[in-house]
């Protein structure tokens, strides 16, 4: 397969490798600490951010099979996401038009009509309202006008994407521009689920943060990433809001051998990348499982709810290899949780301590710097201010 995009961030890799340094920003930047603690400042995040641009909140290998549902809560929204017996993917806010009350619990499951635990209001699959229990004692509705209420939702690539605002425009192509190409080009949408695990940390900006740069892998990672990583060392490509950062391996070296056509079908043998989607995605793919971490606020500004979801382009083969991936999984969560969101936690208390009324992003933090401009470009609510670029 031929990947000149991926061949050239291979090549810039390389050479930061081969001349010590890095992908370089113009200037640091610093960033307010009240920004992080602040009540104001995150409802403003969650009103013009996450109810307003495209969320990946599925993906296809959750749910493959017409009749298949996922339901969730994201960003304080419950989501209904189903799959018809058509194939055709729709999300709906989880509550029955009657009383609120939720249509499913969280979780994965097929049906092939949706009742409400509360009273019994049964739905299809496209979000109508199909039966009201005991009607004739109920009274004269009109059920047309009691259907879901349906969100914009957009299966491309292996992913489900939702705006949680409805009737709002969506735009996958427009919003995630050639990134999504990446998910293609390794055929995503037939891997398969092998499970999610869930962690919960400080304010979700300061996780965030830590996904993307790898500055601190030498400090905090010494056992684990640092020995396969080098420390601070990135590339950075910029997809409007959304990036591919670039991390070589110890052996990126090894390129030198192979003809320079050949570099962009070696990620993961060299070179790998974090995939981010702004504004609370970062995604690993690797062969033997790729981690999708999806980070949503918490309640208040000092937490936040990650999602961890784990596929692989392999079923699973046997018992023996079903405990292996449950032993992957649990690993990588482990390592998330005990040596990136521990450290966020007191974090978030030197935050709050006042100590410093600035964060500081340096030049090698350039990813860092690019999703803090985007957040205050969307946080400005004027479309007509210049967008940053990378």
Request: charged share 25%; with cysteine.
């Amino acid at each position: 397969m031929d990947r000149p995009e991926i061949g050239l961030a291979a090549e810039k890799l390389l050479d930061y490798v081969e001349n010590d340094t890095t992908f370089m920003a113009d200037k640091v930047m610093s960033v307010p600490t009240w920004s992080y603690v602040d009540a104001d400042q995150w409802g403003a995040e969650m009103e013009l951010i996450f109810k307003r641009v495209p969320l990946m909140l599925a993906l296809t290998c959750e749910m493959p099979n017409p009749g298949d549902y996922k339901a969730m809560e994201a960003a304080g929204s419950p989501v209904l996401i189903n799959r018809d017996k058509t194939g055709v993917v729709r999300a709906f806010l989880n509550v029955c038009s009657h009383r609120a009350a939720p249509l499913a619990a969280d979780g994965h499951g097929n049906c092939a009509r949706f009742t409400c635990i509360y009273h019994g209001w049964t739905y299809a699959q496209d979000g109508k309202l199909l039966a009201i229990a005991d009607r004739a004692k109920f009274g004269d509705v009109d059920k047309h006008g009691l259907g879901l209420c349906e969100l914009p939702c957009e299966e491309k690539n292996g992913m489900i994407f939702v705006c949680l605002t409805p009737n709002a425009p969506l735009d996958v192509d427009a919003y995630y521009g050639g990134l999504l190409k990446d998910y293609a080009d390794v055929g995503f949408k037939d891997w398969t689920f092998m499970g999610s695990r869930v962690i919960e940390g400080a304010n979700w900006k300061i996780a965030f943060d830590g996904y993307l740069e790898g500055y601190h892998f030498a400090s905090l990672h010494p056992e684990t990433i640092f020995p396969r990583t080098p420390s601070n060392v990135m590339h950075y490509e910029g997809f409007g809001p959304n990036m591919r950062i670039g991390f070589p391996q110890r052996s990126i070296v090894k390129l030198r051998d192979i003809p320079r056509e050949e570099w962009g079908q070696h990620e993961n043998d060299g070179f790998d990348f974090v995939r981010i989607f702004f504004p609370n995605v970062s995604i690993f793919l690797a062969p033997e499982i790729a981690q999708i971490a999806q980070l949503f606020p918490g309640p208040t500004p000092d937490k936040n709810r990650t999602v961890l979801m784990y596929a692989r382009k392999e079923p699973i083969r046997d018992e023996e290899d079903r405990a292996a991936v449950e032993t992957m999984m649990n690993f990588l969560r482990d390592v998330t949780y005990n040596e990136d969101y521990v450290v966020g936690l007191s974090i978030q208390k030197g935050l709050e301590s006042g100590a410093h009324d600035d964060l500081v992003f340096g030049r090698n933090e350039r990813g860092n710097q690019y999703f803090h401009e985007w957040l205050n470009w969307y946080l400005q609510d004027d479309p007509t201010m210049p967008r940053p670029v990378m």
